[in-house]
């Protein structure tokens, strides 16, 4: 009889760590993983929309007959990359993926030809008619001077040769678009791949959101505004600037404001000055060579210094990435982010000014959100 019991009773013991290893399974969803959870099991599906599938379907990649490496491919047939990328028209927009929800987009990588500032990344959320997301694609992977700067952070990469890659995630409840314009009077190739994964969302989960918006030049005595009229409640968690300086000496005295929630006059935070925001000091300076210091880390980053050639390239122009990861902007209401823009005169007095500034404003919120700006046309968008 008590050889039964422990038999039984060790029974017992194995069906409930099986049930609640079960229920851990069922637990959780499958998103925001890290080293720290990344042994866990889930019910989630994993999936990925190219080229060679452009719905993601399940057993559907790998079947194209024709596209771009047809060619290529006529000695070895089906199945031996035929379809790695699209040509995207002059003046035309392709739907890059379009999902079923629930889910989340956890990875992006592409490579774009042609002029970054003029191909316009879109994203959709829920079946909204106006974007979450509006951006030149050079922009929204920081690399928004039209050349090719090494960026190694925790949201976005940028590896050699222009391979784009980023690793904001991106829930949805019901679906999730993208699309990308090619507003150029050429036509443009892209490579792409679109991972994500089928699985519930938490309720309190909010959706992704990224704005562009460029002023050249700053008129003076006025302060450069990256977001304006955000309605909802949310997280603010990234920043990315090019700056082109027009003046010559130092350019980055100029102090980011936040207001949040009301505010007026006044902003409930303030910075101490540009590259103390983006988290260096003293001008970027090296004190050895006493030029400009690019670096890139997980956080933050000045990972491109244009210098003037002494021909064309006449101007410093400079690109910085500053994300909100472990300390975002939180807002229940409203949210407005502005950058001064402030250099020196003689005697020790600030410079107010008037530089080309564009930027990228990242962030989360509830949705419906408030419609964007107008995105600047070609002409204003073009970097000359």
């Not at 050349?147 to 976005?156: G, I, M, N, T």
């Not at 990308?180 to 050429?186: A, G, M, P, Q």
């Not at 090019?242 to 935070?269: A, L, Q, R």
């Not at 005697?347 to 000014?353: A, M, N, S, T, V």
Request: with cysteine.
């Amino acid at each position: 009889m008590r050889k039964s019991k422990i038999l039984i009773g060790s029974f017992c013991v194995f069906m409930n760590a099986i049930s609640l290893s079960l229920i851990g399974a069922e637990g959780f969803n499958g998103l925001d993983l890290n080293l720290g959870n990344l042994y866990r099991l889930s019910r989630a599906e994993s999936r990925s929309i190219s080229p060679e599938n452009f719905t993601g379907e399940k057993g559907k990649g790998g079947m194209a007959t024709s596209r771009t490496g047809a060619n290529a491919a006529r000695e070895l047939g089906r199945g031996w990359k035929i379809s790695p990328s699209v040509e995207i028209k002059s003046r035309t927009t392709l739907t890059l993926a379009e999902i079923n929800g629930p889910g989340a987009i956890q990875q992006i990588w592409m490579t774009p030809t042609g002029v970054w500032r003029w191909s316009i990344l879109r994203m959709y959320w829920d079946g909204e008619e106006k974007p979450s997301v509006e951006c030149p694609v050079g922009d929204f992977f920081a690399c928004g001077w039209g050349k090719y700067a090494q960026v190694s952070s925790l949201a976005v990469c940028v590896n050699p040769g222009s391979a784009f890659n980023c690793y904001w995630q991106m829930p949805f409840k019901k679906k999730a678009k993208i699309t990308l314009e090619n507003i150029d009077t050429k036509s443009m190739v892209l490579y792409y791949q679109v991972n994500y994964t089928l699985t519930q969302v938490p309720e309190d989960a909010a959706y992704f959101h990224a704005q562009f918006r460029r002023v050249n030049p700053l008129p003076y005595k006025q302060v450069y505004t990256l977001l304006d009229g955000v309605k909802g409640w949310g997280h603010y968690v990234g920043t990315y600037l090019c700056w082109g300086v027009h003046n010559t000496g130092w350019w980055g005295e100029g102090e980011i404001k936040f207001y949040i929630d009301g505010d007026t006059e006044f902003p409930t935070i303030c910075g101490t000055g540009t590259e103390d925001y983006f988290c260096g000091s003293y001008n970027f300076e090296n004190k050895t060579t006493h030029q400009y210091q690019e670096f890139t880390t997980p956080y933050t980053g000045l990972p491109q210094v244009i210098k003037p050639d002494g021909v064309y390239e006449s101007q410093q122009r400079f690109g910085l990435y500053r994300w909100h990861i472990v300390d975002p902007i939180r807002f229940q209401k409203d949210l407005k982010v502005t950058i001064q823009a402030l250099g020196w005169r003689s005697d020790g007095r600030y410079l107010p000014l008037q530089d080309d500034i564009s930027s990228v404003a990242y962030w989360y919120q509830t949705e419906p959100h408030t419609p964007f700006p107008p995105l600047p046309d070609k002409d204003a968008l073009e970097v000359r």
